[in-house]
Structure formats: structure tokens, C-alpha cells
């Protein structure tokens, strides 16, 4: 039985499930090819289905803002300045830059977090790729893009075209500022390119202040991640409001590796399928290892990033196209709901692109040879995205292979259940305690495991509604749905 508590116990924040747009040039052509070059817009195609998505909010930066210059992406088209894409190789055209970003986020009705270059974090690889070039950012920088788009009289922003502020609120700085390692010359190992934990300090309170004197209302993200959270919260106290953090879960080491690599699901489909439902394991470990550290100091926790990491030889990740890997981030959706009492911001996929498997959107390129199409995980965070309520309440399962989450919002509590069985259906009779259900509604997605979807299947994982019976409900295997009970109204 799954039985469901109407007892609110903390507010849910709508950014769970963020997206992360990041310019990744030859690595997956991403934000160029959402683009329309010729007409100055976001090709109409790709708005259309990242309407559906719906995300709450759109993420600009990653590693590449770490030699990101916001300049260079201002103003008019033709006077925009190309760059060297340094982690992702290539060059980028800055055809996109803030007010393109921005205009994305307000057709989707998101909101927008910008994530500042903090002196390259560190890292001498990207500040100077090459004798004389300059990709470090600065304090006053950053500080001069919070005045550009958020300032109600900004001249400059007001030359480009747009008198009235952006009103950004959120901002990440740095990225992965504890990830920077680089090859030794010579040897074959590699040694720190970055800051350490005091650096980052210092530097992380030199931007939060110059960016606060700019905006007192920001609210700010701080690099804590690789056990750094205690040491950056403490020192940095009011300055920052949520410490980032990213998870990227390749479910084990060597051979348990392997077992998704190498897309074992036609030869081992059970040895994969364990794999993939024991990501949410890696990830509540994460999550919870990142809310003790935080808890003391009275902030709150940003993962910016998170998803399979699969090297499967071809550097796309191909088994995140079947729908086990669906099933699998739908159990993840709940990990992060369950943690939801501290984490304000989280996503589970990089947004659009066209080849790397992690994203929510699969474009096609050219934009005239097919159609966009959501990927397993996109399928799963615009169904709970859409039945979700805005307070979490306790639910309980007695059988251990379904998962569950519950929220709740006036008088509809919301159900999202995954069937941990590839091949078998599971009874779960529901219930809510000490109140009357007047209607029952599911939305569900059931597949074969390991069907795959392309652009010649577009819709093969689009949810089915049906209203259901409390007592009898059965979800299909491997099978995830979004439930929806309307209460009945309490007597007085």
C-alpha cells in the first residue's frame, strides 16, 4: 500500500527542476544549434518543445564561464566578438550573450541564473591560453554585468536596446572551482591548476561584496563542493545564500563502469538495469553528505549539475536514449524531492543539443531535417514538473521495489511512483490518511526498457492519462507516473 500523510512538512522550491544551457561548441553544438542565424531568433521549433518542458529556471555558464567575457556577448550582432570555447574546443560565435539568454528565459517563464567568471577559478590553463590573451575575470566585472542587467537606468543596456532591467536575482560564482586539475609536463599525473579552499575564500568575498554593493537583493551561490561547503559557509557567512555543489554519477568504478559504457543492454540488460536504478543510491549520498555539511551555517544547497556520466567510446552516452534511463532519473526526481527541505536548485540534464545523450532536448541539425524531440529524462521532469506540488508530505510503500514521493498543493495531493521492476507490474492500493479522494488521476509512462527514442520515434515516451481506482491501482513495469487525488473537502 502507499499511504500518503496530508501533513505539510516543508515548502517545495520550484527550481528543482532547473535546466543548464552552456555553449558547448564541437562537444554538442547545444545553444548554436537553438539558434537561427539567419532570422536573429531561437529557432521557433525548439521553443516550441522547450515550452512544453516548461523549466522554472535556465542556468547560463558551467565550465565555460570560467573565460567567459560578457562584453563580448552584448550589443549589436555584428560588433560581437568571437571566442575561443577553451573546454569544449571550437570557437563561439557570442551571437547569443545576455539579452538573447534573457529573452529565452522570459519566452519559457523561467528564471535566469548567471554564472560569473571568478578569476578563471583559478585555473592558468583557461585564464592564459596563450601568451597574451586575457579570459580571467574580475570582481569589478562581474560586478559591472549585475549593474548592466539590473540597474533600472543603465545606459549601456539602455543603448543596446533594452530601458528596462533585467532583474536577474540569482548568481553563481565560479564553476567547479575545486575540479581544476591539469596533466603534469612530462609526467603521467596531474597536480592542482586551480584555487585551493582559502583562495577560493578570498576571492568568493571579494566578488560576493563588489556584486552585493552593486544589488543588495542577489542571491548569491558559492562554490562547496569536495568537502569545502563548512569552510566557505563559515567564512563567508551573509555574503553567499546557497553553497553549489555537482553530481555526476557513472553508477561504479572498472567493470560495474563497463556495464553502461559499453551498452551492455542487448547482452546483460538485468546487469544494466541494476546499474541505472543504483544511481539514486550515489546521488542521496551526495545530497545528504552536502546538507550536513551546510545545515550548521543555515544555508542552502544549489546543484547546479547533475546526470549520468557514461564514456562509452563515443562520448555520447547512447543507453540514456533507452527508456531504463528514464525509469532510472525518475527515481532520482525523488531523491531530489526527498531533499527538498535544503535544496533550492537542482536539475538532472544539460538543456539542448544535438548529440550529447544528457540532454533534455534532442535538436536536429540541420533545424529543417527533423524534429526536436525529449530524451527519457526530459520526459520524466516535464511530467512531475507538471504534477507537482508546492509542499512535500510524508508518504510511505510497502513494497520496496516501487519509489515514491508525494507533495501537495490546497486540496490535490501529487503522487510520483516508479516501478524499480523492468518486467513486472506492481499492486499499490492507495490511501490518504484520514481523508476522502474524490477523483484519482495517473498519468503514466510505460516502456520496454530498452526502447530507444530518435527522431524517427519522437513520441514513444509521452505519457498516458486515465483516471484510476484508489484500491486497485497497478503501475505497469518499469512504468513511472505522476498521480493526482483530489481530496474531498473536509468536514466542519
Not at 244 to 262: I, K, M, N, Q, T
Not at 354 to 374: E, H, K, S
Not at 388 to 398: E, F, I, K, L, Q
Request: aromatic content about 10%.
Amino acid at each position: 500500500m502507499i499511504q500518503i500523510t496530508p501533513r505539510e512538512l516543508y515548502p517545495l522550491s520550484p527550481y528543482l527542476y532547473m535546466q543548464f544551457a552552456e555553449p558547448l561548441s564541437n562537444a554538442d553544438s547545444s545553444v548554436d544549434a537553438a539558434w537561427d542565424y539567419v532570422g536573429n531568433r531561437w529557432q521557433p521549433d525548439a521553443v516550441e518543445i522547450l515550452k512544453s518542458l516548461a523549466p522554472p529556471m535556465i542556468r547560463w555558464g558551467g565550465c565555460f564561464a570560467s573565460y567567459y567575457h560578457w562584453r563580448e556577448g552584448v550589443g549589436p550582432r555584428n560588433r560581437r566578438r568571437p571566442m575561443l570555447n577553451l573546454c569544449w574546443d571550437g570557437v563561439y560565435s557570442n551571437q547569443v550573450g545576455t539579452a538573447e539568454f534573457v529573452e529565452l528565459c522570459r519566452l519559457l517563464g523561467a528564471e535566469p541564473l548567471m554564472c560569473v567568471n571568478m578569476e578563471s577559478d583559478g585555473r592558468r590553463t583557461w585564464a592564459e591560453p596563450f601568451p597574451g590573451a586575457n579570459r580571467r575575470g574580475s570582481a569589478r566585472e562581474a560586478a559591472e554585468w549585475v549593474a548592466y542587467c539590473n540597474e533600472p537606468e543603465h545606459k549601456l543596456r539602455s543603448r543596446h536596446g533594452a530601458p528596462e532591467p533585467y532583474n536577474i536575482r540569482y548568481w553563481q560564482i565560479g564553476n567547479e572551482t575545486s575540479y581544476g586539475y591539469r596533466e603534469a609536463a612530462g609526467r603521467r599525473k596531474f597536480v592542482r591548476d586551480g584555487f585551493s579552499c582559502k583562495e577560493a575564500i578570498a576571492v568568493s568575498r571579494r566578488f560576493a561584496r563588489a556584486m552585493r554593493k552593486v544589488d543588495p537583493n542577489l542571491k548569491l551561490i558559492v562554490w562547496g563542493d569536495d568537502g569545502w561547503a563548512p569552510e566557505i559557509c563559515g567564512e563567508l557567512g551573509d555574503l553567499m545564500d546557497l553553497a553549489a555543489f555537482h553530481c555526476h554519477f557513472p553508477c561504479g568504478p572498472g567493470d560495474e563502469g563497463r556495464v553502461l559504457a559499453e551498452r551492455y543492454e542487448h547482452q546483460d540488460p538485468g546487469a544494466v538495469w541494476f546499474r541505472l536504478m543504483s544511481a539514486s543510491a550515489v546521488l542521496d549520498r551526495k545530497i545528504s553528505e552536502m546538507a550536513e555539511q551546510v545545515r550548521p551555517f543555515g544555508k542552502r544547497l544549489a546543484m547546479t549539475e547533475g546526470h549520468f556520466c557514461i564514456d562509452d567510446g563515443r562520448d555520447r552516452g547512447d543507453v540514456l536514449s533507452c527508456w531504463a534511463a528514464g525509469v532510472a532519473y525518475a527515481r532520482n526526481l525523488n531523491v531530489i524531492a526527498r531533499h527538498g527541505d535544503l535544496l533550492e536548485i537542482a536539475t538532472s540534464a544539460d538543456f539542448f543539443g544535438n548529440r550529447w545523450r544528457v540532454n533534455a532536448v534532442m535538436l536536429p541539425t540541420p533545424a529543417y531535417a527533423g524534429n526536436a524531440y525529449l530524451m527519457p529524462v526530459g520526459e520524466v521532469m516535464r511530467l512531475f514538473r507538471h504534477h507537482s506540488g508546492a509542499w512535500a508530505v510524508p508518504v510511505t510503500c510497502s513494497d520496496s521495489s516501487a519509489d515514491a514521493a508525494a507533495s501537495m498543493s490546497g486540496n490535490t495531493v501529487y503522487l510520483h511512483l516508479v516501478n524499480t521492476c523492468p518486467d513486472r507490474s506492481l499492486a499499490l492500493p492507495l490511501r490518504v490518511a484520514g481523508r476522502a479522494v474524490a477523483s484519482a488521476t495517473a498519468w503514466e509512462i510505460s516502456a520496454d526498457p530498452w526502447l530507444e527514442t530518435v527522431g524517427l520515434n519522437p513520441h514513444c515516451f509521452e505519457p498516458r492519462k486515465r483516471r484510476i481506482d484508489l484500491a486497485s491501482y497497478r503501475l505497469p513495469p518499469a512504468g513511472v507516473a505522476a498521480v493526482e487525488l483530489e481530496l474531498a473537502p473536509e468536514c466542519s
